[in-house]
């Protein structure tokens, strides 16, 4: 019998989370043809409620943050609230409109997850395919899904930022409605990425910061980062990767030992494995992991990095 490469993908996945109690997953690539795959499969499954969803991986935390899904639907998403969740959304598929603030109307549900009939306010952003999000905690918000159509994302649960935030001089003022609440359009980060071209490092590479909510140890943070040949091999010991690959290819050297350490750069990886990287897809890189992009002679990546905090104690 021969499985479908997200199936394998997932088998895996599960493997390592058990291998370590569910608590220490290790690197994944969804790539853009798998989540294809997985959302025209999540098509034949559509709910009473008009969507379908599936886990992607799961830290299995207390607070259910640190958890990867996957979610399709075709019609208008329940009103929603997540006291200690951030969401970080990658808009795989379709297009919607997002309502976010506001209040709940008629709330229920025992915090710090509610839900409710509807959203009192708020404001209403199009959303479509390539577009990224962040929605902060405690905010209200639903997904409105026009008739005959769908919406299909990647849903990255973030914990809270809580206690005192340290903004760096380089975190831009966010101007979007309501705080903390942003939106990168796919077109608006291709007309970045543009102007990142024109500004390339002697690394051979060039990154802005998207936003940054201040976080000590520097999670919390989304960064756009362009490359046109191989990257320093880094490792980060307190955070987790989500890269969101936008534009070109290449591929992720992850894993193994990072030679010749120097804070959280090195000279090069020892034992590492190859993983095809390309627009579309999306990845996951533990703490504590070696990596390093790959960039073919003539060629480019570019992706959005957003820098989660690695789970206590894992």
Known sequence: ??????????????????????????????SADELAERRTALGTHVGADGSARETLG???????????RFIHR???????????????????????????????????????????????????????????????????????????????????????????????PDAPTLTFRPDGFALWRADELETRRMALVGSIRPDRSSRETLADYGSPVRSHRFRHIHRDANGVPEIHDEIIDVV???SGAGELLV???????????????????????AAGDVLHIPARTPHGYLVPTGGQVTYVLVRVPAVPGS
């Open 244 to 246: 969101f690959v936008t």
């Open 74 to 168: 075709v019609r208008d998403g329940a009103p929603e609230q997540h006291r200690d969740i951030e969401d970080v959304v990658f808009i795989q598929s379709g297009a919607a409109v997002l309502q976010v603030g506001g209040a709940l109307v008629e709330p229920r549900g025992t915090p710090p997850e509610l839900t409710g009939r509807a959203i009192r306010g708020g404001e209403q952003y199009a959303v479509a395919a390539g577009d990224i999000l962040h929605i902060p905690a405690d905010t209200p918000h639903r997904y409105l899904v026009p008739e005959g159509g769908q919406v299909t994302y990647v849903l990255v649960r973030m914990p809270a930022l809580v206690g005192e935030r340290v903004v760096p």
């Open 1 to 30: 019998m021969v499985f479908p490469r997200w199936f394998v993908a997932t088998l895996a996945w599960s493997l390592l989370a058990a291998s370590a109690g569910g608590q220490t997953p290790g690197f994944v690539r969804w």
């Open 58 to 68: 799961d830290y299995e935390t207390a607070t259910r943050s640190h958890r990867f």
């Open 255 to 277: 894993g193994g030992e990072i030679l010749d350490r120097n804070g959280s750069l090195g000279s090069g990886i020892a034992d590492g494995v190859r993983h095809p990287v």
